[in-house]
């Protein structure tokens, strides 16, 4: 009874406010949370490529050339930072492009800096590096940069899928972007056949050439899928060698059809797949050419074999020529007028600069090379950095 009085009295004095002109103040509405302004993101850097006719010789010879960092100043101590000087030294070399190596990664911090101030020189100069997966993996071997990590890729080809290929190089593509690198030497396309081979062994994806092309066209592929360019190495085969290339001579002693059965099938893969970037192997074939010339330096292996009859149309790099095969067995200028003659386009770590820019400048000078020759590669490395920018939306017009 007491709690129905309550509620009647509760009524009642309600009723009586309400005809009395009394007024009841509602609780006030919640001021409504403010809209946050969005943050607009920050407008990519944009690089410009010039056209050839704006380049003089010694600019165009400087596009065929990719060094170590270091290299630029004449030492062999790695450079993971700059200086003053080091904007006048790349005027007096106004090379193509840089590869970076583990001693040049030092933390993630350092290495975005580094490529960002390398990538500010003329020409957008591409940044290459050796990131396979594997034992050959340039940033994954460094702890500080926490990214994925691979056994090999002969464990990834032994799975048989080939959507892991694609996988791992949509990872490894995806922090060389976000690392600013422009080229991953990489997949191996070579087939490993010889049980004694050193230097390739458990980098291919497999021992069946079939499988070799599937897997590695597929990583290929999975690079391009984050705007990161991949290449196929080494040709024409370095799977079925007993020597390194690294430390002196190497051959295969197969027939041309021999490798078309075999060492040819990835490479013809990777082709059709939209390959950019070819690496060529300082591995000699005897039974080919007819005589001990490495296929780096050899026109018939480059022009005839690889271009003409496989079709190949983007650019040709020589595996570095500083290796023991080289090295060893010609003088720098002269492995690189060679390597030009053959048709290469991209010359890979020469350690002389002064030699390289003065032997290719007095060879076209004396009409050994011809000026037209040299533009052939530039044009395609020019397209090439152009084509990476314009991917990337950093393409300044």
Known sequence: MDSLFRKLLSAFVFLTLVCCGGNITPEPEPEPEPTPTPIPEPEPVRYRVQDLSEL???????????????????????RTGFDAKYKEKFDKYPVGGFTLFAANISSP???????????????????????EGGTVAR???????????????YSVGSTGNSVEAFMAGQNIGEYLYKYHFDVDFAPVADVFTNPNNKVIGKRAFSSDPNVAAEMSSQFLLGLKDKKVE??????????????????GYAETLKSWNELLECEMIPFKKGIESGARVIMTAHVAAPNITGDSTPASLSQLMLTEKLRKELGYKGIIITDAIEMGAIAKNYSIG??????????????????SLDEVFDTITKAVESGR????????????????????LKSR???AE
């Open 369 to 388: 090379i011809t000026e037209k020759r040299i533009d052939e590669s530039v044009e395609r490395i020019l397209q090439l950095k152009r084509d990476i």
């Open 334 to 351: 002269d492995a690189c007028l060679l390597a030009i003659e053959a048709g290469v386009d991209i010359l890979l770590l020469p350690l």
């Open 393 to 395: 939306g950093q393409l």
């Open 56 to 78: 003089t010789l010694r600019e165009k010879i400087g596009q065929m050339i990719n060094i170590r960092p270091e290299t630029l100043e004449g030492t062999t101590v790695p």
């Open 230 to 247: 991949g290449c196929l190495k080494h040709f024409p085969g370095h799977g079925d060698t007993d020597t390194d290339t690294h430390t």
């Open 109 to 131: 911090g350092q290495t975005e800096l580094f490529t960002d101030n390398l990538h500010a020189f003329a020409n957008y100069p591409l940044l290459c590096i050796d990131e």
């Open 139 to 153: 940033i994954a071997r460094n702890a500080l940069f926490g990214v994925i990590k691979y056994e090999s890729m």
